[in-house]
């Protein structure tokens, strides 16, 4: 396995980004550095229809810097894309040209259709969801796609974005309710076109890009969500109702002192949620998913260097990924751990009954219990938590993030307790019952291999009050060290259980 690190640059309508890949030694997949600069090309189209020479030789400055990055950080490869701005200016051939002349780089124009599919990819890599309509508000134009059991059924690109939109129906960055009547009426115009959109009803709408994350940070600092990450967020529909009439009402410069609303994005954010709020209500959807990925993801994935199964388990995917980013734990003992906590949920789920989605939890926990020690072994318990809380864990909730966090770095209730106080508001009432319940049985399956040597091959487990019985079937040598640590543990487990562990000899 060697290191392959590539760069992905999306000239966009509002912006340009860099993102740079990379697959590590162990095998798995991170981003590794990235850079934005803002364009606004959609904004800069002259008269005619085209992109001024002026506003060309910036976009290769900005092309040629990005190149220097990747320079930098040993990229093998680089792939440019270019979307709505460049597509529908009237001298795209002469600034594709340019651009190519200027940079060396080749650049690929992306169709509405492309632009839709990429879009689909990166969303589908990183939720674990079935239906929904997708959304991607860019610069200059807008993606829909419609999808059920995670196949993509139609997509269409439209000819607006929160640049374009901005440009015609805002002025010094106000929209007064007859622009905004207005605007409806643009988008629903164009929406009317496509009869399959009403198929969407009753869906989640799920938001990709630029606009879809603002308004995901925006309305999190609207309502001190204490939980950093915008992607998996959801969003009721009279929410975002509520945020667009209370931005809207904001002049300019107070709006850019919002809280989670980055400067840039002041004078878009009003046309961006107001078009957004019209496909919702168009299409009949349920509410709003905030997605984090998106297009750079979908063409990072056709690169070949993440297997195309990953989209058939995006939680197995992510959590087998997290834990080769951190593979300084041994890999034999955390395999050893998650089998034996696994027979362990499914012995005490006989008797206790568990939510529906604790088994997963139980999956990831036992498999992540140890990625702190990377940071330092002898707290490696409070760094796995903060490394799951601060890392992607696709295909779960925030919720189940904390709970996952909770229970992979459990010691006590009382320091359970304590971790899980600043994200209540996200929680449910017996979800520290969940985390102790979930935490003991890991910890227990962690003493169970206290040796780190697998000194146990098979083992029965016998769950009959007060004690739960745990016999070895299969050792390759004495069990003293695991004894003694199942017997320092087990009052604290007998408090949360109302059982006894025995390790029988």
Wanted: with cysteine; proline share 4%; net charge neutral.
């Amino acid at each position: 396995m060697t290191q392959i690190r590539n760069g992905i640059i999306d000239i966009g309508s509002n912006s340009i980004r860099l993102v740079i890949y990379e697959r590590t030694l162990s095998g798995a997949n991170r981003v590794i550095d990235g850079s934005k600069r803002p364009a606004r090309l959609s904004e800069k189209i002259d008269a005619d229809g085209k992109l001024p020479e002026s506003t060309i030789r910036q976009l290769v400055g900005t092309l040629n810097h990005f190149k220097l990055i990747c320079s930098h950080q040993g990229v093998t490869s680089i792939r440019a894309v270019a979307t709505a701005a460049i597509r529908n200016s009237a001298n795209r051939d002469e600034v594709l040209t340019m651009l190519e002349r200027e940079t060396e780089l080749p650049i690929e124009l992306l169709s509405g259709e492309q632009e839709a599919e990429f879009g689909f990819l990166g969303m589908l890599s990183t939720l674990d969801i079935q239906d929904g309509l997708l959304v991607d508000i860019g610069g200059g134009s807008t993606e829909l796609t419609l999808f059920r059991n995670r196949e993509r059924l139609r997509s269409i690109s439209f000819p607006f974005g929160c640049v374009n939109l901005n440009r015609r129906f805002m002025e010094n960055g106000m929209m007064s309710d007859k622009s905004l009547s207005e605007l409806e009426q643009h988008v629903q115009g164009m929406l009317q076109r496509e009869s399959w959109i009403s198929e969407a009803a009753g869906l989640p709408v799920i938001g990709i890009g630029g606009t879809a994350r603002a308004f995901g940070k925006t309305h999190q600092g609207s309502t001190d969500y204490p939980f950093t990450q915008t992607h998996n967020y959801p969003i009721a529909a009279a929410e975002g109702e509520r945020l667009l009439a209370q931005l809207r009402a904001l002049p300019l410069d107070k709006r850019k002192k919002f809280p989670g609303l980055s400067k840039d994005r002041a004078d878009l954010i009003v046309p961006g949620l107001a078009a957004l709020q019209t496909i919702l209500r168009f299409s009949g959807g349920s509410g709003y998913l905030i997605c984090g990925a998106g297009l750079r993801d979908g063409l990072f994935l056709q690169s070949g260097l993440i297997s195309r199964d990953m989209l058939q388990d995006v939680l197995a995917y992510s959590i087998d990924n997290l834990g080769a980013l951190h593979p300084e734990a041994p890999p034999v003992h955390v395999e050893q751990v998650h089998r034996m906590a696994m027979q362990l949920f499914d012995t005490t789920g006989r008797h206790y009954s568990y939510p529906a989605r604790a088994r997963r939890w139980m999956e990831a926990a036992s498999r992540l219990f140890r990625i702190g020690a990377s940071i330092d072994y002898y707290k490696y318990a409070q760094h796995s938590f903060y490394l799951i809380m601060n890392t992607h864990l696709n295909g779960m909730s925030h919720r189940e993030i904390i709970l996952t966090a909770a229970i992979a770095s459990y010691k006590n209730k009382g320091k359970a307790k304590q971790a899980i106080q600043p994200y209540l508001a996200i929680l449910e009432a017996e979800d520290l019952e969940h985390i102790c319940r979930l935490g003991t049985l890991l910890q227990l399956a962690v003493a169970l291999d206290r040796s780190e040597a697998q000194t146990i091959r098979k083992l029965q487990i016998d769950l009959t009050p007060p004690l739960l019985t745990l016999r070895p079937l299969e050792t390759t040598t004495t069990l003293e060290v695991e004894r003694r640590e199942i017997d320092a543990m087990a009052d604290d487990f007998k408090k949360i259980w109302q059982l006894s562990p025995v390790l029988q000899r």
